[in-house]
């Protein structure tokens, strides 16, 4: 079964304290994994999309990572602006070589960054 | 453009009663979709639809249903809300031909009581 798995839960960070979230998945075939940035009340903001293994996207003080187990994404020198909730996402291939474009979430990391 | 809009953006429902959730895009995608997001459970696909007049079950589909006439539109209709029905609704839309991100709304709070 198609899975993603979010680490931590929660992170609470000072101001310049750079760190990174984990996103583990199991699917039959890779064909995108996203990340969203969520802030409380709104919907999901689209940040990045990695495809292969090896690939990397930079936006700001965001670095979003992919292996063929995982991505992480890394945030060097946080802001406060950048609490929000980070999401995690998948979509996969279908057995006939097509794909869904249906995307599988992970649960999240709530991140807050304190001055 | 104003990308993903959603109305309303709050309601308050009685159990057994219906509603409909509205939901346009104007970014021309082919894709569209209705997510519920609960505390703790990730965001779980409840209809998607690739195009005007086609759409498909997701994930978590009883209780619901959805009608595609239009690009632009993807209403998701409530029949006889129940309390389990209680969550935050998303809306989103992709185009398939060139990316797969998908785009979302602001999100309806739905509370049934």
């Known amino acids: 079964e198609d899975q993603v798995t979010q680490s931590p839960e929660a992170l609470r960070l000072q101001e310049g304290e750079s760190s990174?979230?984990?996103?583990?998945y199991t699917v039959s075939g890779l064909r995108g994994l996203f990340w969203y940035r969520q802030d409380p009340g709104k919907g999901p903001e689209f940040l990045f999309t990695l495809y292969s293994a090896g690939e990397e996207k930079e936006k700001e003080r965001l670095k979003a990572t992919l292996t063929k187990k995982e991505s992480f994404l890394h945030i060097t020198a946080p802001k406060p602006e950048d609490s929000a909730t980070y999401l995690c996402a998948v979509q996969a291939w279908v057995n006939y070589g097509g794909a869904t474009n249906k995307l599988i979430?992970?649960?999240?990391?709530?991140?807050?960054?304190?001055? | 453009?104003?990308?993903?809009?959603?109305?309303?953006?709050?309601?308050?429902?009685?159990?057994?009663?219906?509603?409909?959730l509205q939901c346009a895009q104007d970014m021309n995608h082919n894709y569209m979709y209705w997510y519920r997001q609960d505390p703790g459970m990730g965001l779980k696909l409840i209809y998607y639809s690739v195009g005007a007049g086609i759409t498909d079950k997701g994930e978590v589909p009883n209780g619901y249903n959805v009608s595609r006439s239009t690009t632009e539109?993807?209403?998701?209709?409530?029949?006889?809300?129940?309390?389990?029905?209680?969550?935050?609704?998303?809306?989103?839309?992709?185009?398939?031909?060139?990316?797969?991100?998908?785009?979302?709304?602001?999100?309806?709070?739905?509370?049934?009581?």
């Open chain 1, 20 to 24: 990174s979230l984990n996103c583990s």
């Open chain 1, 105 to 115: 979430f992970g649960t999240g990391t709530l991140l807050a960054v304190q001055p």
């Open chain 2, 1 to 20: 453009n104003a990308g993903v809009t959603q109305t309303p953006k709050f309601r308050i429902l009685k159990i057994g009663q219906s509603m409909t």
């Open chain 2, 73 to 113: 539109d993807f209403p998701l209709r409530l029949e006889l809300a129940a309390p389990s029905q209680t969550s935050v609704y998303f809306c989103a839309s992709s185009y398939s031909k060139t990316s797969y991100e998908q785009y979302f709304g602001p999100g309806t709070r739905l509370t049934v009581t």
